[in-house]
């Protein structure tokens, strides 16, 4: 008689036994992942502009922190209107076409003003004054380069050129929607004499933050969040694979007599 003897293999499932990820999933992974990390990089630029933004004082300007400018020459001139170091982040008030903010503090009358830089030129071409080639707010560091000269000819404020001007003791504040054209800002003891000390604070409205900041968060999240999903699909795909089971292994034995 012939025996048959059925039994279940105790070695492990071959390989075509086993769900396979294939090129598919590992490309869905990969490309997940990578969004993800996209997003979260561009979500955490999004926070930190929020965050610059929720700096605003109560009149919606943008200011950095005081810093004390001092000059030995009867005038410190900034030729244009670029103000690098703001908080993290570069500002250019004519580019950023918003208003513009200077707050001065000093215990002698200051005078401030900004006027076409041709005219202010002329006006301070025989006077000595510092020109400032570098002006970082954050931390607060002015490089100047000094400019011979003597007294002015005239006080500042009785100068017809300037659009916008701020002059006195204490704090005085000087706001000023840029314009097309180029400018410069001067700052010079009222009367005109030399030795300028000052505590100085720049700023903008810059109505564009705001959007930059919710645009950021908004594609950050969208970018990230789709990442995931593809990941998810990719690895849930692979666990719906139907498994093979091993089939019983069938042995014939040599007859008995």
Same mark, same amino acid.
């Given at each position: ?10 070695? %492990? ?5 086993? %769900? ?14 990578? !969004? ?6 561009? !979500? ?32 410190? !001139? ?38 076409? =830089?041709?005219?202010? /030129? ?10 400032? /080639? ?13 400019? =011979?000269?003597?007294?002015? =000819? ?5 100068? %017809? ?18 314009? /097309? ?34 645009? !950021? ?21 692979? /666990? ?18």
């Amino acid at each position: 008689m012939t025996a048959l003897a059925a039994s279940t293999p105790t070695a %492990p499932p071959t390989d075509h036994q086993c %769900p396979r990820w294939g090129a598919g999933r590992i490309t869905l992974i990969v490309v997940g992942a990578l !969004l993800a990390l996209f997003g979260v990089s561009i !979500l955490v630029g999004g926070v930190a502009v929020a965050v610059v933004d929720s700096t605003r004082d109560r009149d919606g300007f943008l200011m950095s922190a005081p810093g004390r400018l001092t000059s030995d020459a009867s005038a410190v !001139l900034m030729p244009d209107l670029r103000v690098q170091g703001f908080g993290g982040w570069g500002v250019d008030a004519q580019a950023m076409a918003g208003t513009m903010r200077i707050t001065t503090t000093s215990e002698r009358p200051v005078f401030v003003g900004i006027g076409p =830089s041709n005219q202010v /030129e002329s006006y301070l071409a025989s006077v000595r004054h510092d020109v400032i /080639e570098d002006f970082s707010t954050s931390p607060f560091r002015v490089t100047y380069r000094p400019v =011979s000269g003597g007294a002015p =000819s005239g006080s500042p404020a009785a100068q %017809p050129f300037w659009v916008a001007t701020g002059t006195g003791t204490g704090t005085q504040v000087l706001t000023w929607t840029p314009q /097309e054209g180029d400018w410069s800002v001067v700052m010079m003891n009222a009367d005109g004499s030399p030795a300028i000390d000052a505590m100085v604070s720049v700023g903008a409205l810059v109505p564009v933050l705001h959007g930059i900041a919710v645009g !950021l968060c908004i594609g950050g999240s969208v970018l990230f969040f789709l990442g995931l999903a593809l990941a998810l699909i990719a690895v849930v795909s692979y /666990e719906r694979q139907p498994r093979r089971r091993p089939q019983p292994r069938i042995t014939v034995s040599a007859p008995t007599s």
